[in-house]
């Protein structure tokens, strides 16, 4: 059995959205998108408290009225993961029920090694809490006790080419091999409309569980070409030689990034109780 004791949701969170600007602030239903997310992780079983990591200090006042804890981040993060390693040790903490940790110690690494955190996009309003619970639990119950676990999907045959959509090729024991925004693996000599007729194509949902201390040494993993030109921060930590261990689930959760998505979680929330 795994050695995890602890766990805690981090929703890393900015206002400055290249495709969407103040996205996260954007009713859906009667409420925000970011407080849909933020309820809906709250709703998990395992982790301790659910924690608005951000630059914003609007985010941060709202998501206080919300009921929520905020640690204030820097504006220089330049991905989700980032910003919540710039605050791992308060997480950590906040997964144990203690005030602080002093970097450094024997204790603080144990801590860090026995925490789980469990990183969700702001964008996601329809989340499945049962899946952090779930995540949480394989990520638990893991021996020897992975760098990370994602859960993925199986794509549908129109979406293998679809840029916009991550995919994730996967070894026979759930490792995942490599993210990218292109179809993987290529079918050589099929036409690419084909493609889903011969291999299975993941899509990666977008939420992960990390064991702290792989969070408190995200700062000393080198620079990633490979993250820089799909822009994906997951490929940091392939290239760094981590593993990612997947878990497939059925459906994944609608991401929000265009105005077009943004009317389609709309009418959804139409359909979804408590929305």
């Not at 049962?130 to 045959?157: C, E, G, H, Q, W």
Request: glycine share 6%.
């Amino acid at each position: 059995m795994g050695l995890i004791g602890r766990s805690v949701v981090a929703v890393p969170a900015r206002l400055a959205s290249s495709r969407l600007p103040n996205k996260l602030l954007a009713k859906i239903g009667d409420r925000p998108m970011l407080q849909h997310v933020l309820e809906r992780c709250a709703q998990a079983d395992g982790p301790a408290e659910v924690v608005l990591c951000t630059d914003s200090e609007k985010l941060s006042y709202l998501a206080q009225d919300w009921g929520f804890r905020v640690l204030m981040t820097s504006r220089h993060c330049t991905s989700g993961s980032e910003r919540i390693a710039s605050v791992v040790a308060e997480l950590a903490a906040l997964a144990w029920g203690e005030s602080a940790l002093a970097w450094g110690t024997k204790e603080t690494l144990e801590h860090l090694r026995t925490t789980a955190i469990v990183n969700v996009q702001g964008d996601q309003p329809f989340i499945d809490s049962a899946m952090i619970t779930n995540m949480v639990a394989k990520f638990t119950l893991r021996d020897p006790m992975p760098s990370v676990i994602t859960p993925v999907y199986r794509l549908d045959p129109k979406a293998v080419h679809d840029p916009n959509i991550v995919k994730v090729a996967v070894a026979h024991d759930w490792r995942a091999l490599y993210f990218s925004r292109s179809a993987i693996p290529h079918v050589r000599d099929v036409d690419p409309n084909h493609w889903a007729d011969h291999a299975n194509y993941w899509g990666h949902v977008g939420t992960y569980c990390f064991r702290g201390d792989i969070l408190a040494s995200w700062f000393c993993f080198p620079p990633s070409p490979l993250e820089d030109l799909e822009r994906l921060e997951q490929l940091r930590l392939i290239e760094a030689g981590q593993t990612i261990i997947t878990f497939p689930i059925q459906s994944t959760s609608l991401s929000v990034d265009t105005p077009e998505q943004l009317e389609h979680a709309r009418r959804l929330a139409k359909f979804t109780n408590g929305a």
